[in-house]
């Protein structure tokens, strides 16, 4: 996940820890490098997220578009996600989650080292069930992702999309054809549940 502040302006060089919550692989604690901004979706919100898209997990294409440590790429993974593609333009991050697929024995994963809009330009190999966006923060990349993925089709009719903001979502500026289901705050971060209609 991405870092709501640039707090940490001094280098990291050590490694941090998630947990994978339930499914195949519950209770695994796996490392992620520990640079500026890398930091995994709390297990809390983690918990509700995946509560809301339970009935939505088993079988599903997904796409986490700002993939960092891998939390939310991992987790869809562990509960029956048929493929998921991850995209980061942070090299250590996708050398971290190539590691974690490789130990996990994992088939199923697709890592993919680029920027996400360029990457989103491109012609959609699959539309996409469910994706996750949690972006850096202060960037304005949500508005022009989200356009992104609308009109180069890669989405799935009824897809679902979760979103991470430092702002409400009433005020993200999304496809209109869009609904918001579910929406919370944890701290300083918003984070909203959407399904395309």
């Not at 709501?4 to 998630?18: D, I, N, Y």
């Not at 994978?20 to 809390?44: C, H, N, Q, V």
């Not at 983690?46 to 009935?55: D, G, K, V, Y």
């Not at 578009?65 to 980061?88: H, N, W």
């Amino acid at each position: 996940m991405a870092s709501p502040s640039a707090k940490s302006a001094k280098p990291h060089h050590g490694t941090g820890q998630l947990r994978i919550i339930a499914g195949e692989w519950r209770s695994r604690r796996l490392s992620f490098p520990d640079a500026p901004g890398l930091r995994p979706t709390p297990d809390r919100v983690r918990e509700t997220l995946f509560n809301w898209l339970a009935p939505h997990i088993e079988g599903a294409k997904v796409l986490d578009a700002f993939a960092g440590s891998g939390a939310l790429y991992l987790e869809a993974l562990s509960r029956g996600a048929a493929e998921a593609v991850a995209l980061d333009s942070n090299p250590a991050a996708i050398a971290s989650l190539r590691q974690n697929l490789e130990l996990l024995r994992c088939p199923r994963g697709q890592l993919i080292q680029s920027d996400v809009q360029r990457y989103l330009q491109g012609e959609p190999k699959m539309a996409f069930d469910l994706v996750f966006l949690d972006p850096p923060f202060h960037q304005e990349l949500l508005p022009t992702t989200c356009a992104l993925l609308e009109e180069r089709n890669w989405l799935a009719a009824n897809a679902w999309i979760y979103t991470e903001s430092e702002t409400p979502p009433s005020t993200l500026q999304l496809p209109g054809n869009w609904r918001l289901h579910r929406e919370k705050k944890a701290g300083q971060v918003y984070y909203a549940l959407w399904q395309r209609g």
